[in-house]
Nanobody, 120 residues
Framework: QVQLLESGGGLVQTGGSLRLSCAAS????????MDWYRQAPGKQRELVAR???????NYADSVKGRFTISRDKATNTVYLQMNSLTPEDTAVYYC??????????????WGQGTQVTVSS
């Protein structure tokens, strides 16, 4: 069974940096996209950054120039480097893989979420 294991969240001051990691355990046939979402209290979950199988990236306007998504193909791990953090970045961050399992069927995998809190 595939699980996504997140790490790297925590408490940081305004202007600080954090690096989130999300590693897949188990076997996956292929991954066509890796994403980071976040959900702040009272708000809907929003897409923060996306990395496609072709290595193209997309970012929410609110994080462009501050966040960078990257991956290690060998270990099926995706990272989110977050710089110049502000209190508006406070949220639970979730990683997501759009993938095909060993039966070649499309599957959505989600991490358990990691809290990021930015103090002013």
């Amino acid at each position: 069974q595939v699980q996504l294991l997140e790490s790297g969240g925590g408490l940081v001051q305004t202007g600080g940096s954090l690096r989130l990691s999300c590693a897949a355990s188990g076997s996956i046939f292929s991954i066509y996209e890796m994403d980071w979402y976040r959900q702040a209290p009272g708000k809907q979950r929003e897409l923060v950054a996306r990395l496609t199988g072709g290595d193209s990236t997309n970012y929410a306007d609110s994080v462009k120039g501050r966040f960078t998504i990257s991956r290690d193909k060998a270990t099926n791990t995706v990272y989110l480097q977050m710089n110049s953090l502000t209190p508006e970045d406070t949220a639970v961050y979730y990683c997501h893989f759009g993938a095909r399992n060993l039966l070649r069927r499309p599957v959505d995998y989600w991490g358990q979420g990691t809290q990021v809190t930015v103090s002013s």
